[in-house]
């Protein structure tokens, strides 16, 4: 079984930068992709960015110029640099690792981590 452990949030005023990292707890040899989610009161949650296991990201156009993901293999890690930050984008975030064989194999979700975005 992986854990998903996640740092990062925050409090930050509106034009700030956050950065949100994702440890998994054991090392991950299928076939991957590990990924942001977002969940604002109300509102379902959504997918943010996602990356995978060969470096292929795909974004929200809501954070697309704004937002980086990027992962370390070698230490299990993905990270979110979070530039530019709205008050739009306070959410619970959300880190997401899914494996691969014939079709998703795994499905494994941190706990969240607050970010908010406001003055």
């Known amino acids: 079984q992986v854990q998903l452990v996640e740092s990062g949030g925050g409090l930050v005023q509106p034009g700030g930068s956050l950065r949100l990292s994702c440890a998994a707890t054991?090392?991950?040899?299928?076939?991957?992709?590990m990924g942001w989610y977002r969940q604002a009161p109300g509102k379902e949650r959504e997918l943010v960015a996602r990356?995978?296991?060969?470096?292929?990201?795909n974004y929200a156009d809501s954070v697309k110029g704004r937002f980086t993901i990027s992962r370390n293999n070698a230490k299990n890690t993905v990270y979110l640099q979070m530039n530019s930050l709205k008050p739009e984008d306070t959410a619970v975030y959300y880190c997401?690792?899914?494996?691969?064989?014939?079709?998703?194999?795994?499905?494994?979700w941190g706990q969240g981590t607050q970010v908010t975005v406001s003055s």
């Open positions: 054991r090392s991950i040899f299928s076939i991957n992709a």
């Open positions: 997401n690792l899914k494996t691969y064989g014939s079709g998703v194999v795994g499905d494994y």
């Open positions: 990356i995978t296991d060969r470096g292929s990201t």
